[in-house]
């Protein structure tokens, strides 16, 4: 009959919400845009230079995996790889050789996310894994910040000025036998690290840019509250009893939230869907797991940062906190 | 306001036309009545080729608890028996009947005046529900008179009506609760002395406030009978989710609304109760929306049963050009029709033309573990998962992760940024741990 084959048939539902991923993923890219214009005026055109290379190599491992080794048609489209490509660009110092930029791509691109399928199938935050991989590949070159010197205004530096960070400064002085206070004499004010004024990555600089990008994502339903506030608050929690009890061996925990990758990590990192728990409660736990890790690795760790290995060893608990945190059945729900 | 706990999504409600009058479709030429138009044990034909018929004659016997009988809509020849298919693709045996005149059988009762004293007994009422053929006409076609019956263990304490209509396009139930507000009532109050129950709550959402204005001042003439306007938030209309928002109770995993002392009723089902206890009528017509983007004026119809859709679409101006997709019901719970030949039962609530642009679905993309499909489920499931292990027919996984509790609403679906036809996945996991359980209790 020919009137059979004149409808399309599909099972319900037959209408669908505004949510896509095509949406989502553009929602973060507008979202990052606060952050990614504060790092252009602290560091310059290198900064937008290095953040198109790691964009653009990504786009073309991402294309290069998908048509030469899986065989199938582009999927450019879902935006995952141009986010990727921001997200590492924003982990690292803004004078970091072009080609360590490219093969932190290869390895976010090709290694975390394209050695387990693609979207969607990796465990672990790829631009992450692309940052450590380079942290420990090539540690003098990720840990030489170019110190900021602002487009507009500012005191005059020299192009090749580099200086370590307020947590690299922090962690030496303590080493050193310094207290707290002396360090932070020597540190930009909480007021120019609230905007970004200091040594860092290109993109975790500004505590202000990150959190109006997260409070964009909240309004548009990309993230939802329970991961940054869980990250953050346990930070300032934990941060803050190690300050209260030896006062002159620990930073404060105002400093911690201030300084390194806190901000980036617990708004735009850690929210990745893909490599975060599915319900409300695995999102609290995992947060909150993230934030512990981040001060324990910061204050009794090796290296004065901590957030990155954070985020990726709670990574690997994704799979364990979905399956202990079920949602509320509907006969057991309040 | 009043809604249920967990889950849930906003579409847009969609409500074309909804004030327009309702108007009588005129009888087709030629009928045609699907056999069994309910859920549970199949009836059997009782006419053959060339008996006539007239309008409430019964057509079909059914032996089994679970069942209803399908009366004629029309008066006339019997045509011939035959398979075609219905809303669920697949052919099922109908009888076609050719219309001549319209000779009402005598005991039917078709003044226009309202009988309002209930003269019949409890047991009486449920005696005539069965016997006029009334099954649930939200769309599950549970027959009525079962759930009259509840075990000897349970005892109803509320009766609630069911006027959320939370599918968007569709308007019938509002129309109804506008044009037929006492008759409804009445029929509510035939269903509690037959349940002998003294509280009846009419659940309707927000977006109908003239329904609930109307239903409000009507019911004040009905002692134990109160509206309830509820927060608009799709699936309220399920059974479950109604039973919460109006009662704060909870139906447990595998247990029926009796089990917490409810028994739910669409408002259109009550009508038809009211029509069988007070006026004798047999179930042969129903309110159908016809609606769609493209349809120029959406309209509620009175149709009898067995009307093709193409009768109501011609009845509308004809399919628009545009058209991609006709759906039997609303389009979240709706099934697309393969063809307009397909004709109107009991369960029919409506008719809705989608256009081509919007009939198709979108490209789908890797799951990326987002959990919007778990924060939608209104029963608490993780849909993604059951979608997965289902897919990966690990389907004792897919029974642990209580795929049996799935209502199958769609809104993971609807929900899911990744287009991923998760109910589609859903449906065969249930299906198929359905057969599993079946067997396994069979051996024990």
Redesign the interface.
């Known amino acids: 009959m020919a009137e059979n084959t004149k409808w399309v048939v599909s099972g319900a539902p037959h209408i669908h919400g505004s949510e896509s991923i095509t949406k989502i993923m553009w929602g973060v890219v507008i979202a990052l845009i606060p952050t990614f214009l504060v790092s252009v005026y602290f560091f310059g055109l290198r900064a937008l230079a290095l953040t198109l290379v790691t964009v653009a190599s990504c786009l073309l491992f991402e294309f290069l995996i998908n048509r030469f080794l899986f065989k199938r048609p582009c999927c450019l489209g879902d935006g995952s790889a141009m986010i990727t490509g921001l997200l590492l660009a924003f982990n690292l110092p803004s004078n970091l050789p072009f080609w360590m930029a490219i093969v932190g791509s290869l390895i976010a691109i090709g290694v975390a996310k394209w050695a387990y399928g693609g979207l969607g199938t990796n465990p672990f935050n790829p631009a992450l894994v692309g940052r450590v991989f380079l942290l420990i590949s090539f540690p003098v070159a990720m840990t030489t910040w170019p110190v900021p010197k602002p487009l507009f205004g500012g005191n005059a530096v020299a192009d090749a000025i580099t200086g370590p960070t307020p947590l690299a400064l922090a962690k030496e002085g303590l080493k050193a036998g310094q207290t707290p206070d002396q360090i932070l004499g020597g540190l930009p004010g909480y007021g120019d690290m609230l905007l970004g004024n200091m040594g860092g990555s290109l993109g975790e600089i500004s505590a202000i840019a990150i959190l109006l990008g997260g409070i964009y994502m909240l309004c548009r339903r990309i993230i939802t509250w329970h991961i940054p506030v869980a990250f953050l608050g346990t930070a300032f929690i934990f941060g803050g009893i190690l300050w209260l009890a030896a006062p002159d061996q620990f930073m404060d925990p105002v400093f911690h939230l201030l300084s390194g990758g806190m901000m980036l990590g617990a708004v735009f990192m850690a929210t990745d869907m893909v490599t975060s728990p599915m319900t409300k409660t695995g999102k609290l736990i995992f947060g909150a797991g993230c934030g512990l890790l981040t001060i324990l690795i910061r204050n009794f760790g090796a290296y004065p940062e901590g957030v990155s290995f954070a985020i990726l060893i709670m990574n690997a608990f994704v799979p364990l906190i979905n399956r202990g945190t079920t949602p509320k059945r509907f006969a057991n729900a309040k | 306001m009043k809604t249920f706990?967990?889950g849930g999504?906003h579409?847009n409600d969609s409500k074309l036309n909804a004030d327009a009058p309702m108007q009588e479709l005129p009888i087709p030429k030629q009928v045609c009545v699907m056999v069994s138009q309910h859920l549970g044990a199949p009836s059997q034909p009782i006419v053959k080729k060339g008996d006539k018929v007239k309008v409430g004659t019964v057509l079909t016997s059914n032996e089994a608890f679970l069942s209803a009988v399908v009366h004629s809509p029309v008066s006339g020849t019997v045509n011939k028996i035959a398979d075609i298919p219905d809303a669920s693709?697949y052919p099922k045996p109908a009888i076609f009947i050719d219309v001549e005149g319209d000779e009402w059988e005598e005991s039917i009762d078709r003044s226009p005046e309202i009988k309002r004293e209930i003269s019949l007994s409890g047991p009486e009422i449920i005696q005539k529900i069965k016997e006029m053929g009334i099954v649930g006409m939200g769309g599950a076609c549970f027959p009525t008179h079962v759930k009259l019956m509840p075990p000897k263990d349970a005892k109803a304490e509320f009766l609630l009506l069911n006027g959320v209509e939370c599918e968007?396009y569709l308007t019938c139930d509002y129309r109804l609760m506008l044009d037929h507000a006492e008759e409804i009532l009445i029929g509510a109050s035939a269903l509690m002395k037959a349940l002998d129950v003294k509280q009846a709550i009419v659940g309707i959402e927000a977006n109908k406030p003239k329904a609930i204005a109307h239903m409000t001042e009507t019911a004040k003439n009905f002692p134990g009978i109160s509206v309830q306007a509820l927060k608009m938030k799709y699936p309220q209309g399920a059974e479950?989710q109604l039973i919460?928002a109006l009662t704060g109770r909870?139906?447990?995993?595998g247990k029926l609304p009796i089990n917490v002392g409810c028994v739910v009723d669409n408002v259109a089902t009550c009508y038809a109760v009211y029509q069988a206890v007070q006026k004798n009528m047999p179930l042969i017509q129903r309110m159908v929306t016809v609606t769609g983007p493209s349809i120029p004026e959406p309209t509620n119809f009175l149709a009898r049963l067995g009307t093709p859709v193409s009768a109501f679409l011609e009845a509308v101006g004809g399919i628009p050009g545009d058209s991609?997709?006709?759906?039997s019901g609303g389009?979240?719970?709706?099934?697309?029709?393969?063809?307009?030949?397909t004709c109107s039962v009991k369960g029919m609530s409506g008719i809705?033309v989608?256009p081509?642009k919007?009939?198709?679905?979108?490209t789908v993309?890797?799951?990326?573990?987002?959990?919007?499909c778990?924060d939608a489920?209104?029963?608490?499931?993780?849909p993604?998962l059951i979608a997965a292990t289902a897919m990966a027919k690990d389907f004792e996984k897919t029974e642990k992760a209580?795929v049996m509790?799935c209502i199958?609403c769609?809104c993971c679906?609807?929900?899911?940024?990744?287009?991923r036809?998760l109910?589609?996945s859903v449906?065969l996991g249930k299906a198929t741990v359905g057969k599993i359980i079946r067997a396994r209790n069979a051996k024990n």
């Open positions: 706990n967990i999504v579409p693709l968007p479950k919460k909870a139906v447990p995993s991609g997709k006709v759906i389009p979240m719970m709706g099934k697309a029709l393969s063809s307009t030949e809705l989608l081509e919007q009939a198709h679905r979108q993309y890797p799951c990326i573990r987002c959990g919007k778990v489920c209104p029963m608490g499931l993780e993604y209580r509790d199958e769609g679906q609807f929900s899911c940024p990744s287009f036809p109910l589609d449906k």
